[in-house]
């Protein structure tokens, strides 16, 4: 063979091994991966699909999306029309849902609120029989001035060793009660406790292994590029707490440890969803923010979430530009 064909031969087999080493690499998924204004995430799987719901906005109340991947999503309605809309606290923003599958309907819990109407704003709750709805609102719940918790909104469902309960709260406490066995209503005789501090909003409350994962909000949420939204994380080895950071101190007394903090390309990282899976067993989280070069709207965020000695992680605790696409 000549010095032309063992150059030629050698510069083919290089570009077949280049070609098979990019096939190999993993897919990326950008964030933010809705690109749109989907404030307060809340997730639920529905058989192969994702739905992700979010705070209304000027278009619609209470926004639905939904994906196979986690990464690619499409409009799939909005849980409420003009006519079935909320209406319990006049002139009130349809907050921070919570979605839920609850005795074969699935059961959305709201906030209703007027910025700065910290005692009259509630928790209210609507059935459907499809996670895109239409949902049937079945009304309030409780209201700041009867519940006793100023500023309540930010509802999350959670079931544990049988019974169910809603936690909620903004900067005046994070509390929980016990609901009715549909999760329809308050349970008679229930008593509220208080299970954090003062520093925290948008709670939800996650069970791993032997622990229980408080994850919140603290700063400032809708301030655009000035928002100093923070998403944190305190644990314990009990529903009802105490939730402590890593050095053991409560988040009653409002410690915890950082999750997600901002960088240079997003802000306002926070209100965090559920964890979800993917189908390798992988944790994800959604979470909204601020892009610094299109700051307008607060947008959707995914990033995995690692378990390192039993807490929660998120690589470099800031949000991802790029990360390789969930498993399915």
């Known amino acids: ?111 209703m609120s007027v910025w700065g109407g910290e005692w009259t704003c509630g928790v209210g709750v609507a059935v459907a029989d499809r996670p895109e709805g239409p949902f049937t609102d079945l009304g309030m719940l409780f209201r700041s001035n009867t519940i006793n918790v100023q500023n309540s909104i930010d509802p999350n469902y959670v079931e544990d060793s049988g019974k169910k309960y809603l936690f909620w709260g903004s900067f005046h406490g994070i509390y929980g009660i016990e609901l009715t066995g549909d999760g329809l209503n308050l349970k008679e005789g229930s008593e509220k406790r208080q299970v954090a501090g003062t520093a925290y909003e948008g709670t939800y409350i996650h069970k791993r292994g032997k622990y229980y994962y408080l994850f919140a909000s603290v700063g400032s949420c809708c301030k655009g590029l000035k928002s100093t939204y923070t998403t944190v994380v305190g644990r314990s080895e009990n529903l009802w ?65 690692v378990w390192m000695d039993d807490w929660p992680a998120i690589a470099g605790a800031v949000p991802s530009g790029e990360a390789d696409v969930p498993v399915f």
């Open 1 to 111: 063979m000549n010095i032309l064909a063992v150059l030629l031969s050698f510069m083919i087999s290089t570009s077949c091994a280049d070609h098979q080493d990019d096939a190999s690499e993993p897919v990326k998924y950008h964030n933010p991966v809705i690109r749109q204004n989907v404030p307060d995430p809340t997730v639920i799987r529905v058989d192969d699909y994702f739905y992700v719901y979010g705070t209304e906005n000027a278009r619609m109340h209470i926004p639905i999306y939904r994906s196979l991947n986690l990464t690619d999503w499409e409009p799939a309605g909005a849980a409420f029309t003009d006519e079935t809309r909320p209406d319990f606290e006049p002139k009130g923003g349809l907050w921070a849902p919570d979605i839920n599958y609850i005795n074969g309907k699935y059961v959305l819990y709201y906030s």
């Open 241 to 305: 707490g105490p939730y402590v950071d890593k050095q053991g101190r409560p988040m009653m007394e409002n410690h915890h440890e950082i999750l997600i903090r901002k960088n240079d390309a997003f802000v306002g990282v926070g209100h965090n969803s559920e964890i979800v899976q993917d189908n390798a067993g992988n944790d994800w989280i959604f979470y909204h923010g601020f892009c610094v070069d299109a700051p307008r709207g607060r947008k959707l965020f995914l990033d995995k979430i």
